[in-house]
């Protein structure tokens, strides 16, 4: 009952922010749907000495399949609502391992590949499982439930939405707010989280306004402990865009300042962040971190190629990969899905082959330049049709004993954290 009071509660502030919107007459309302089906499947390949290996080594195969629905509602030229609702049904080896796992080690956290997302920090739960068993589940969610109108002084949305900061391609340190991970090569949509966003000109400078709502996943309260406020200024300085972040993200300032502009043909853009802590961090009370990048397309053999190169940098970082497991400021960067990478510094790149005017080939590393282990990620893409598209990928881990990407041990354990390889397919049909 408490979770169909929130679907109604939201649905009621939408609707009646529409209707009595001192603007809306007796017109025609423009309804706009789309969407897309996927097909996702994906064979996992477990290695020895984790803590896989009791379980066995066998490939673990999992398959999913996904339904959205989006939709769009135009009032008035200055009033729309947003509404995406999406539907998965999933499973496999996977998330029976995980449950596997819990079962052998309750002292230790596993979230397996296959787990269903819930809003436990979110200020709405929108999210309802319908199935959780040991080798499956399904579950329906709203992923966007806005309104958004926009007088003559600018932009105002309140509701589910996603809001991207930052000029990362492959890591980005100034997108605090729900940022996907780097091995993540999908980015279609980013999951939504409950904020009011306003945007208005001040002279030559654009000011974006944001609060985003949260509450204590163990206690389901809400707070300024939780909750992140934050102001961004967008303006220009000659040719050079340059953007001025603050915010106060949970418990802890942030601060970042960016950067885009022209070398020659190709594009750079940088950011860098400090974060000022509540707790301190082994002896820190803040730290910066940040990213750069370059990126260039050219015609080479009469086909179009595009890449960058990326360098990010995590202050936070002391390159002892085990303080995830001790250090609070990182473990819970870590749980909030904001920090993914344990060392201190990275390079990345990605190239882009048009193979053919429908098939196009990716090839993205990613390198832990302090201890030389890495990720590399190839994908291809096929557009079957005008609404089809095909994608191949996978997940090739390397590296030495006791490095990020090779495995370190996880304390007072026998196992070490080495990450599996996987390969993976999916179709998605658009309409």
């Avoid at 096929?382 to 390397?398: E, K, M, R, T």
Wanted: hydrophobic share 40%; glycine share 8%.
């Amino acid at each position: 009952m408490t979770k169909m009071r929130q679907f109604l509660a939201l649905y009621t502030l939408l609707s009646t922010i529409c209707i009595f919107y001192p603007s809306l007459e007796a017109k025609a309302v423009d309804i706009k749907w789309d969407g897309h089906v996927k097909l996702y499947t994906q064979a996992v390949f477990p290695r020895s000495g984790t803590v896989y290996a009791p379980l066995g080594l066998a490939p673990n195969f999992d398959g999913a399949a996904e339904f959205r629905l989006n939709n769009q509602s135009f009032f008035t030229e200055t009033l729309y609502t947003e509404i995406h609702y999406e539907a998965m049904a999933g499973g496999g080896g996977s998330r029976k391992d995980s449950q596997d796992l819990a079962a052998l080690y309750p002292n230790l956290f596993f979230k397996g590949l296959w787990e269903p997302p819930n809003d436990d920090s979110r200020f709405f739960d929108l999210t309802a499982v319908v199935h959780e068993g040991r080798s499956g589940f399904s579950y329906h969610r709203l992923d966007r439930a806005l309104v958004s109108f926009s007088p003559a002084w600018g932009e105002f949305k309140i509701g589910r939405q996603a809001l991207t900061w930052g000029h990362g391609f492959t890591f980005n340190p100034m997108d605090l707010f729900n940022p996907f991970a780097p091995t993540d090569l999908e980015r279609e949509y980013k999951t939504g989280d409950d904020m009011a966003l306003v945007r208005f000109p001040v002279g030559q400078t654009d000011v974006e306004l944001v609060y985003v709502a949260r509450k204590d996943p163990d206690t389901g309260k809400t707070g300024a402990a939780e909750n992140s406020f934050g102001a961004k200024l967008h303006f220009f300085t000659n040719t050079i865009e340059m953007d001025i972040v603050v915010t106060r993200h949970y418990e802890d300032y942030v601060a970042g300042v960016g950067a885009t502009g022209n070398l020659g043909g190709a594009a750079y853009r940088w950011d860098v962040t400090a974060t000022f802590l509540k707790e301190n961090s082994r002896g820190k009370s803040a730290y910066i971190s940040g990213v750069a990048n370059l990126d260039y397309s050219w015609v080479w053999l009469d086909k179009n190629w595009y890449g960058y190169v990326e360098l990010y940098y995590n202050g936070l970082s002391n390159n002892n990969y085990q303080d995830v497991f001790t250090d609070s400021a990182i473990f819970k960067r870590v749980a909030r899905g904001e920090l993914f990478a344990l060392g201190r510094i990275y390079a990345s790149a990605s190239v882009n082959l048009e193979i053919h005017p429908l098939v196009n080939l990716y090839l993205t590393p990613i390198l832990n330049l302090y201890d030389g282990s890495g990720i590399l990620l190839p994908r291809i893409v096929y557009d079957w049709a005008d609404n089809i598209c095909l994608s191949v990928s996978g997940a090739l881990n390397f590296g030495k004993t006791s490095t990020e990407y090779g495995g370190y041990e996880i304390p007072n354990t026998v196992f070490t954290t080495q990450p599996s390889d996987s390969i993976a397919a999916w179709v998605t049909w658009y309409f």
